[in-house]
């Protein structure tokens, strides 16, 4: 049942930190944010982590562990032998606060820069109609739980700070996606996820799939269907007459 | 001292939950500069959890649905202590804040013909619940984010900057309200990050704070619920009501232990999932009140029946109201008839294929996968009870959100009335929407109605709260986590599922004795980001909290819904009528008993006399229509 597991934990600020060594109990099916919580309960009272709902619904535990961005609620400690070392680290892409705090406000500054839903004009509330198999495919985004845990490892700014400006991450360009392909909405968004969003920018490496908790398929089913359609609509001859002809006007 | 860092707001909202959202939504629409305040990081509010549905009766499903049945189902699962007008403008306005919700922007499940989808529930008589598979607490608060953040950029295109009018202050909690004579001046409270104080100069506050769930050691809230705004408002004089009602969900998870708690939603039930205890018994049958016989299936065959026919049928008990089935589930494992883990089975492996349990319950079929080792495609789920919601809150008022403080409104699960004894899945959802918005447009209202110039916070107050809130580091006593996790522990054992008078009175005196404990806490380290002293700080809510909560219990003498005596089983119609109110004076906590304001007499002639005659004494009965002259 019960084994002591050494844990590396980095501990520090905006200044300067480094991993420190723990020595922690471990329980049957315990994930690796109970450790995190007996360190605070037993050896570090002022060990720094955000976390709420420990059920991989909320999307704020987000870490590294052993290098991998993952949620510390949904990783278990039975995927590590007894004898590994579990190295647990902040977010990367992100600057530290204190400890495992990361400052997430790039995302929340992103989020605003992609316009909102934009309402059918003259359907009245409660006249919506949409069918299941339409909405679906907006549907799987809005699994997104915001863990950011995509747009931490995504490679364009991972460790390129000066990417960051003109690059949404994979995470609002899932939502540019997932408005594009919503049912009834009124505003045109694809000129605007190329020139304004950066979606060219993204090479389609599908790291930001692969480290999703919630599976959404970003890279095949948000990122691609958006690069095609802004490609149909740079490349398409009718449409470049038409966008020259408006320009004149 | 350094220099304190000031905001000046028209209402200011405290929690960033359903309730909080819309009423900050309501409050800015009304043109009022909006500060919206929590503890967490924007869009990670407890509603995520909320996972069946929100109940509105849009009649998608069944077209025999309307807000009088609506109504009906909330009251009887109330056992009737509901606020029956909280209940009346509940079901006649939440069909409209969940189309609202699709011009926002959210998508729901879809009927066939186009329109929003609708699920069963326990105690709801129709498909009721607008959902989007298990995640509908998420789809609601992303919504409610994205809505917040359109308004932000209305007000940039108007004023070149997002946060002109509405501004959420993030990861930031309020330790105290101040008042100015009688009403509302202001919040103080500090940056999580940094442990620096702010002060909100505000004429209205509206709490939205949640629940209560984190006394309790067993429980499916996240570390946010510890009853903040109930002692907020309670120290700024206001009442609290109905504070012994406890909701315990029956299906949470049971293993592996730290897991134990986490929710299993009933949506699991709603689409067929049924309860068996270790012999292999559907038990639930068993266990159908008096007061539901007739609306509830005897034999498994109807049962079953029911889900394809529900108009020759009578539904499965499983979908009794909350508070029957977690007493059942408790019961069956006391005698002996629990699984390995001290639970019992819930398997809905044998009524859906696996493709379709995928598609309804995705985030069931992740959770007992990722956490647990289980297919719930192919095996049963072990589930018991656990703490899931607080049915007592602030009293307000039901049209405006106000309380008894001029300046304090509340919404959602902080305030209380509208479930009464016991809350049905589902009215949750729609409760925070109807009733934020009805208490950010109270909220915006009262600023409107004010003349003069707006009450003030004094240096005093601030350096008050400010010695207050910093006392933990000179404290010589022990960490707040073990004191926390006494306070679990006596709350889930002396508090819980079941009560008697012995064991509450042993509660009250450990938690006096917590509470000597609590003024001497020490923490460690520095004021940035720390979770020992923001525990700290919770922790002396969440102690003020569950001395309501234990006094008002051992003060009813009656079992009904979420409080269950067992020296005291059957329900007594002599105390339909009484609600317990705390307040707190100079001696500390004050439970008196107040009369409940009678039903108005339309929505009494909603219901048979026969039903009523099982809840009211005969008196309450005069004005019913079967009373009427022949």
Redesign the interface.
């Known amino acids: 049942m019960g084994y002591k597991a050494s844990f590396k934990v980095w501990r520090g ?1 905006d200044k300067d930190g480094g991993l420190h060594d723990f020595l922690v109990e471990v ?5 690796v944010l ?1 450790i995190i919580h007996r360190l ?2 037993t050896q570090a ?16 535990c987000s870490a590294e562990i052993n290098g991998r961005p993952r949620l510390l609620c ?1 990783t ?1 400690m039975s995927t590590f032998t007894e004898d590994e070392t579990i190295t647990v680290t902040p977010m990367r892409t992100f600057p530290v ?3 495992l ?1 990361t400052d ?1 406000s790039f995302n ?1 500054q992103k ?2 820069e992609i ?3 934009a ?1 059918p004009p003259g359907v009245q ?2 006249d ?5 198999v339409d ?1 679906e495919r ?2 799987e985004f ?5 863990c950011f845990l995509c747009q931490n490892t995504c490679h364009v700014v991972r460790d390129h700070e000066e990417n960051k400006q003109n690059f949404a991450g994979p995470r609002f360009l899932m939502r540019v996606a997932e ?1 594009e392909m ?1 049912p009834l ?1 009124a505003e045109d968004r694809v000129s605007a996820a190329q020139e304004a969003h950066g979606l060219g920018m993204c090479n389609i490496t599908k790291c930001c799939t692969e480290v999703c908790p919630e ?1 959404i398929k970003i890279t095949d089913n948000a990122l691609i269907p958006l690069k095609e359609r802004v490609a149909d609509r740079k490349y398409d001859p009718l449409f470049a007459v038409a966008s020259l002809f408006r320009r004149k006007r | 001292m350094t220099e304190i860092e000031r905001h000046n707001y028209d209402v200011v909202v405290i929690g960033a939950g359903g309730a909080g959202l819309r009423a900050a939504i309501e409050a800015r629409e009304q043109g009022k500069r909006t500060a919206i305040i929590c503890k ?5 509010a ?1 509603t ?2 909320a996972e069946g549905g929100i109940a509105a009766a ?1 009649g998608n499903v069944n077209s025999g649905d309307n807000w009088q049945v609506h109504f009906r189902d909330t009251m009887r699962g109330g056992k009737f202590l509901n606020n029956w007008r909280m209940a009346e403008l509940h079901a006649k306005e939440a ?2 804040r969940v ?2 919700l ?4 959210a ?4 009927t066939k ?3 929003i ?1 609708q699920r069963n529930f326990g105690g709801h008589e129709y498909p009721r619940l607008a959902h ?2 298990d ?1 509908t ?3 609601l608060i ?1 919504t409610l984010q ?2 917040i ?2 308004l ?2 209305e007000d ?1 295109k108007a004023t070149g900057d ?1 946060e002109a009018n509405i501004k959420v202050f993030q990861e930031l909690t309020i330790t105290e309200l101040v008042k100015a004579g009688d009403r509302i001046a202001g919040a103080f409270g500090y940056w999580r ?1 940094s442990g620096r104080f702010v002060v909100f100069e505000t004429p209205a506050v509206v709490l939205a704070t949640g629940g209560i769930g984190k006394s309790f050691k067993v429980t499916s809230n ?3 619920y510890t009853g903040d705004g109930h002692a907020l408002a309670l120290r700024a004089g206001a009442a609290l009501i109905n504070m012994e009602f406890i909701q315990f969900h029956p299906t949470g998870m049971v ?5 134990k708690g ?2 299993v939603t009933e949506s699991v039930r709603g689409d067929g999932g049924v309860l068996r205890n270790s012999e292999g018994k559907r038990f639930m049958f068993e266990y159908i009140p008096d007061v539901f016989k007739e609306k509830y299936a005897t034999t498994e065959e109807e049962g079953d029946r029911w889900y394809t026919d529900p108009d020759n049928n009578r539904r499965p008990p499983e979908l009794l109201p909350r508070d029957e089935v977690a007493r059942s589930i408790n019961s069956e494992v006391k005698a002996g008839r629990g699984t390995p883990h001290g639970g019992v089975f819930l398997d809905v492996s044998t009524r859906l294929p696996a493709e379709e349990i995928k598609r309804r319950l ?2 069931m079929h ?2 007992f996968k ?3 080792d289980v297919d719930i495609t192919a095996e049963p789920m072990e589930v018991g009870p656990t703490c899931h919601y607080v049915m007592g809150g602030i009293e307000v008022d039901p049209d405006t959100g106000q309380s008894a403080v001029p300046g304090l409104f509340a919404a959602g699960e902080c305030s209380g009335g509208m479930h009464g004894s016991n809350r049905l899945g589902g009215n949750s959802l729609s409760d925070l929407l109807v009733f934020g918005r009805r208490a950010g447009l109270g909220a915006a209202g009262y600023v409107d109605s004010l003349t003069g110039p707006r009450p003030l916070v004094t240096e005093a107050q601030v350096s008050q709260a400010s010695k207050d809130a910093l006392a933990p580091f000179e404290g010589s006593g022990e ?4 004191i926390h ?1 006494e306070l679990q522990q006596v709350m889930n054992d002396l508090v819980g599922i079941i009560r008697t008078g012995e064991e509450m009175k042993l509660a009250l005196k450990k938690l006096d004795e917590l509470r000597q404990r609590a003024n001497h806490i020490a ?4 004021r ?6 923001h525990l700290a700080i919770d922790l002396r809510n969440m102690l003020w909290i569950s001395e309501c909560v234990a006094r008002a219990a051992l003060e009813r003498t009656e079992s009904r819904g979420g409080h269950t005596r067992d020296d005291f089983p059957g329900m007594d119609a002599g105390w339909r009528s009484t609600l317990l109110v705390c307040t707190t004076s100079d001696e500390g906590i004050d439970v008196r008993r107040q009369d409940q304001i009678p039903l108005r007499a339309d929505l009494l002639d909603l219901f048979e006399k026969d039903e009523l005659g099982k809840y009211f004494v005969s008196e309450e009965l005069s004005a019913h229509r079967a009373e009427g002259t022949a």
């Open positions: 600020d329980n049957e099916g315990e994930v109970d605070q309960a009272p002022d060990l720094a982590v955000r976390w709420n709902c420990k059920a991989g619904k909320c999307g704020s949904m278990r606060i204190k400890d705090v997430v929340y989020a605003r316009p909102s839903f309402p509330p409660g919506y109609r949409m069918q299941q909405v907006s549907q809005r699994k997104c739980i915001e408005l919503h909405d599976h | 967490s990081l924007f869009g990670k407890h995520v959890m849009m069909p409209e189309w609202e699709e011009t926002y922007g998508l729901f499940d879809r013909d186009g329109r989808s989007v598979g995640r607490g998420l789809e992303r994205q809505k953040v359109s932000q950029q940039y997002y990050e996240s570390w946010e293993w592996p232990p730290s897991v986490i929710l995705p985030s992740h959770q990722e956490l647990a960490n707040p986590y073990t996790t923490v460690e380290g520095h940035q980001f720390n979770p020992g002293w």
